[in-house]
């Protein structure tokens, strides 16, 4: 099949394909005389397995080290299981990074809502003396 009817069949734009194929992850097909890719059965295969191996958290490069090791004739599995271990112990520290920023972030907005709250509708210069926003050149301030 010619690359228009592969991007079809995997739902992956021509140049992604051709991406997958200068990066490895997908052997270089056959061409005709004019010089078409012709693609096989096996390059939609690999293309579906390089789209459910991103839905592990893979990226490209981990994604083409199981290919590899399975070209290889070495099963990839135990190596699956480490990748994905290693993504969810980054997740859990992002996501704990990201829950600290929350509560920091809530603090601040309750410090410019009481700060605002008090005054009257449009608040006094003097109260938030600054070149732009004196409430971040505050915070600023007493951070250095």
């Known amino acids: 099949m010619f ?3 592969l991007s079809d069949r995997v739902a992956l734009p021509t140049q992604t394909i051709r991406y997958y194929e200068r990066l490895g992850l997908l052997n270089p097909p056959e061409r005709t005389e004019s010089q078409y890719r012709i693609y096989s059965e096996e390059a939609v295969e690999r293309l579906q397995f390089i789209q459910k191996a991103k839905l592990y958290g893979l990226s490209l490069d981990e994604i083409k080290q ?3 090791l399975r070209d290889e004739g070495v099963l990839p599995c135990a190596n699956l299981k480490a990748m994905v271990k290693k993504h969810l112990n980054e997740l859990d520290y ?3 990074e990201m829950l600290v920023f929350r509560q920091e972030l809530a603090n ?10 008090g005054s009257s509708p449009a608040p006094r210069e003097a109260n938030f003396n600054g070149r732009i ?3 971040i050149e505050r915070e600023q301030d007493s951070n250095t």
């Open 3 to 5: 690359i228009g009817e």
């Open 66 to 68: 199981l290919i590899e």
């Open 94 to 96: 992002h996501i704990q």
């Open 108 to 117: 601040r907005y309750e410090q410019i809502d009481t700060l605002l709250s």
């Open 133 to 135: 926003c004196g409430l």
